[in-house]
């Protein structure tokens, strides 16, 4: 003690040594994934993170740690073999454990697989026959949805993967079996690439011939009876794509159709004698109900066809019985029915009158929601124009512009090398191998060693398109100080390009990027309109951007599902009615100052969100990357003289069942004109010991698949609840018709039309000030264009709107934070996505024939488009007329950028990453330098094998 006493303590403390003594399973494959149990006595002494377990020098992912310890087995190294081997329990530095009993296995295989075709709609039983499916814990057949854009979806279809996968419903040492996965709706058309997988633990075999194909149609009877025969014959398309006639199924009522034959257009059954039950409830209710429904099963899809009807007449009646009987009534029918049909026209006269009343008075309300909505507009963005002659636009230097145009969409994101500029170079090798570096520039500014460098790598079949793009922004940068070399190298492979597009299908040419040079242009393209963005087009995309996300956020927006009640997309429009009002909230910055900040937020909104909106209107003059970050401020409310924390979820945070509300002001009550501290979290351990109690209130709600929901749930969740509690409100939200909330587009539509159209004037309009390269490149597509026979004035349009509209001005308005520093929700962006396909659909040539079954978002410009369309074709025509950007004023102007901008790139990073392709396929690329006479006589191949020799030790042959 202090004092040098000494005292007892009660609590027994004692050092104990974990003993692991088996471990289960005893196998798995050396592909890694298996979940193994460590059993023994004290294995959870210390922390979960003190224990690292290896087997074989590969790490073994921890799961549960506690009395038992789950572990998910690493992939065995390359170098070890298959076999037995301890499993090593670390704890800490110095407390080292091993226990015997697992051994890795040869990985499965996958040797045959039958049937290889699947309907859509899925449930079909595939075999797949194999070795090593016994130590597998996890078999499942997986889907992978690939989009494939084109111009003409481009915006609309989901850039990401998506998988469906389902389980093994049988598994044995040699065979697997599956039901062959469900495609949803979404996917079910050209637009998707499905490709089937097999995976089993960590080990993935494609099925490469196994192919889905769309589900067979049928041919139904008007009125949908069918008359019981011997033998009911079904017509229809596609039955035998992927179905045999062992497989399908047929069902009058409860009882089996025997099927006897099956072609593709015809199947053929055999009904039950006598008339079975009734199957389905629906049925069972309607007027017919006496008639069996004919169902066809097709794996997991289902069709009912209609009604078998097994009532046919046995006695006929004498003619002059029937005809009173008959006739009588059809007379006192027909009176009845010509007075009913006078007086429903009535009624129908007066029913129209009053629909077209409420039309009109619906017309009126949106037009007067339009100008108020405008008008608010119009006042806030005055606010914000105000704010920008004080601070400017925030736009982004040039380096930052370039490394999230060239390298943020790539697999590494921010934590690219060329956007960190680290790079890994042993100590001492510094200076030699930037020396090697310098050799490697001069060597690509020979014009004969590039092209061929390109060449040789776009004709490997392992050099993909990612690649490609990546290659192409490296190139960019390593040869920025050169740009007039840069264009000119362009120039070169453009002409190549050509010349292979023009012999097959010109239009095509510059749609994709699939080569090096697509991808140099749209970056010469976003270099060279750099200065533009900044001087012209810049400010009306940030006001549209701005007015964008005003109008998002003055109404609802669900923090979880991601919609909002004012939006451009249909598919993130929030279709509930959501009562809300606005506040205007008192803030003070704790630390800054006694100054207090009114900033208007809704009672609707998540905790998150208002932190967001009081961060945006307290640093309204600061940078989006210079404010501080939501989970880095506390926001605490004084409605008296003590303070509460506000956090999204706490332990008074809305339950029912399983699903936990987001907590918003309404919840806490804050009224309007309330005061709140917003507080900085400072990255020390008291603060983190003072958020503590608020993490683990968190953690304990969102425990036990707990889910979470903020304005609305989807209707299968509102349904599920209703049943329970029998509320009328929410019987009626589960029927609310989404459909008529579309007005709201409209809506949003009318009061963002003039920022819409004030930047479509500022990127297309030829009267003002083009860029010279703009001009200098539509010059040299019209002088190309006119060398070819085959190549038409709209083969020339298609040209220049794939080079620079679809291919840099699409890029820039999906993704304003590439040259603004800003933060683009989700909500904004699909909004911005709507946009950016009506100025594709703008762009094109071909005319878009619109019904009622169009997309909303196609509906909702198809007045402007023909406005639009004149706007690019003036422009193009515009620009054709000016006068011509000769080679030496384009050089100029190029040679002004590199002088400007290039000492702020990662030159030397940039080269170093280009030479990792050369050293990847360096005998490649010596052998194609060896083989051309472009190059034969220049020493290229010595020059790079001396480089090698410097970068990396390679032996050559010198």
């Not at 998988?163 to 697997?176: F, P, Q």
């Not at 039309?753 to 597509?781: E, H, I, M, T, W």
């Not at 002088?899 to 690329?925: C, G």
Request: contains cysteine; glycine residues 4%.
């Amino acid at each position: 003690m202090a004092d040098g006493n000494t005292g007892d303590s009660d609590v027994e403390f004692a050092y104990r040594e974990p003993k692991p003594q088996s471990v289960t399973p005893k196998k798995g494959p050396r592909a890694g994934g298996t979940c193994i149990t460590i059993k023994g006595s004290d294995l959870n002494i210390a922390t979960r993170e003190d224990l690292r377990i290896q087997i074989a020098g590969a790490d073994c992912t921890v799961l549960k740690f506690d009395s038992e310890i789950v572990c998910r087995t690493g992939k065995l190294p390359p170098s070890s073999a298959i076999g037995p081997y301890d499993v090593v329990m670390n704890y800490g530095k110095h407390t080292t454990t091993r226990v015997s009993g697992f051994e890795f296995c040869e990985d499965p295989t996958v040797t045959t697989y039958s049937p290889d075709a699947s309907f859509m709609s899925g449930g079909r039983l595939i075999s797949v026959t194999g070795t090593g499916f016994a130590v597998i814990q996890k078999a499942s057949m997986r889907v992978v949805v690939n989009p494939e854009p084109s111009v003409s979806n481009i915006g609309t279809a989901p850039t990401h993967k998506e998988t469906i996968e389902v389980m093994a419903e049988l598994k044995n040492e040699t065979e697997l079996q599956f039901r062959s996965p469900v495609i949803p709706e979404m996917f079910r058309n050209h637009h998707f690439h499905l490709r089937t997988v097999i995976v089993l633990d960590n080990v993935e075999k494609t099925l490469q011939t196994f192919k889905y194909y769309p589900d067979p149609t049928f041919n139904m009877n008007e009125n949908g009876i069918i008359p019981f025969e011997k033998h009911i014959n079904i017509k229809g398309e596609r039955f035998t794509s992927a179905m045999t006639m062992q497989e399908a199924q047929a069902y009058v009522g409860d009882a089996e159709c025997t099927i006897e034959a099956f072609q593709d257009n015809s199947l053929l059954c055999e009904p039950p004698a006598t008339k079975p039950q009734v199957l389905s409830k629906r049925f069972k209710r309607e007027a017919d109900a006496s008639m069996p429904e004919f169902l066809v099963k097709f794996g997991a899809g289902r069709w009912v066809l209609g009604k078998v009807n097994y009532d046919s007449s046995t006695n006929m009646l004498p003619l002059h019985i029937i005809l009173p009987v008959v006739l009588i009534p059809m007379v006192a029918i027909i009176a009845i029915s010509v007075y009913c049909y006078r007086r429903q026209s009535q009624q129908a006269e007066r029913d129209y009158e009053k629909v077209r009343h409420q039309l009109e008075n619906l017309e009126e309300s949106v037009r007067d929601r339009c100008k108020k909505e405008f008008t608010d507009l119009m006042i806030e963005m005055e606010d914000h124009t105000s704010d920008l002659n004080e601070v400017g636009i925030p736009f982004l230097d040039y380096k930052t512009y370039t490394d999230r145009v060239f390298f943020l969409p790539s697999k590494d994101g921010v934590n690219d090398v060329m956007i960190t500029g680290k790079l890994d170079i042993p100590a001492g090798r510094e200076q030699t191998v930037s020396l090697a570096l310098n050799q490697f520039s001069n060597l690509l500014n020979s014009k004969p060693f590039l092209i061929n460098f390109i060449r040789t790598l776009e004709s490997q079949r392992d050099f993909n398109a990612r690649a490609k793009v990546y290659f192409a922004s490296l190139l960019t940068v390593a040869l920025h100080g050169k740009l007039e070399y840069y264009t000119d190298i362009m120039n070169t492979l453009l002409l190549q390009l050509m010349d292979q597009y023009v012999a097959k299908n010109p239009k095509l040419m510059l749609r994709r990027s699939e080569t090096v040079v697509e991808r140099m242009l749209c970056n010469w393209m976003s270099i060279c309109l750099y200065q533009f963005l900044k001087d012209s087009a810049g400010e009306p995309l940030y006001k549209l951007f701005k007015a964008i996300k005003h109008q998002v956020e003055k109404g609802p927006v669900d923090g979880v599902l991601k919609k909002a009640k004012y939006t451009l997309n249909d598919t993130g429009l929030l279709g509930d009615d959501v009562e809300y009002c606005t506040l205007t909230l008192q803030v003070l910055v704790h630390g800054e100052g006694p100054d207090v900040c009114a900033v208007k937020v809704l009672n609707c909104d998540t905790i998150s969100q208002v932190k967001e909106k009081i961060i945006d209107q307290v640093y309204r003059n600061m940078p989006y990357s210079q404010r501080p970050k939501v989970d880095r401020v506390v926001l605490e409310w004084r409605p008296g003289s003590t303070g509460q924390i506000l956090s999204d979820l706490d332990l008074t945070s809305q339950k029912e069942g399983r699903w936990k509300r987001i907590n918003t002001l309404a919840h806490y009550n804050v009224r309007d004109n309330a005061t709140l501290v917003l507080s900085k979290v400072l990255h020390t351990q008291q603060q983190d010991e003072l958020h503590q109690d608020s993490q683990e209130e968190r953690n304990a709600l969102l425990e036990d698949d707990n889910k979470v929901w903020h304005l609305v749930r989807s209707a299968e969740d509102v349904d599920e609840s209703k049943s329970k509690r029998g509320s009328m409100k929410d019987k009626g939200s589960a029927k609310a018709i989404t459909e008529i909330y579309l007005t709201r587009l409209l809506s949003v539509k009318g009061t963002l039309q003039q920022f819409v159209d004030n930047f479509f004037r500022s990127v297309l309009c030829s009267g003002a000030v083009v860029p010279p390269a703009v001009k200098y490149f539509f010059d040299f597509l019209d002088e190309q264009a006119a060398k070819h026979d085959n190549v038409d004035e709209e083969t020339v349009h298609i040209w220049k709107t794939n080079s620079l509209p679809l291919r840099f001005w699409v890029n820039i308005l999906k993704n304003p934070h590439f040259i603004f520093d800003v933060h683009v929700h989700e909500m904004v962006d699909a909004s911005l996505s709507v946009i950016a396909q009506t100025f594709m659909d703008a762009c094109t040539k071909s005319e878009h024939k619109l019904s009622r079954d169009s997309p909303s978002n196609k509906l909702l410009y198809a007045k402007e488009i023909s406005t639009y369309k004149k706007m690019v074709d003036d422009y193009y025509k515009g620009i054709r007329q000016m006068v011509q950007v000769s080679d030496q004023d384009m050089n100029t102007h190029l040679a002004e950028v590199s002088r400007a901008h290039t000492d702020q790139l990662n030159t030397q990073v940039a080269l170093h990453q280009l030479y990792q392709y050369a050293s990847k396929y360096y005998d490649e690329i010596i052998n194609s330098l060896e083989e051309d006479p472009a190059t034969q006589n220049k020493q290229l191949t010595v020059r790079l094998q001396q480089i090698a020799a410097a970068l990396e030790n390679k032996v050559t042959d010198l």
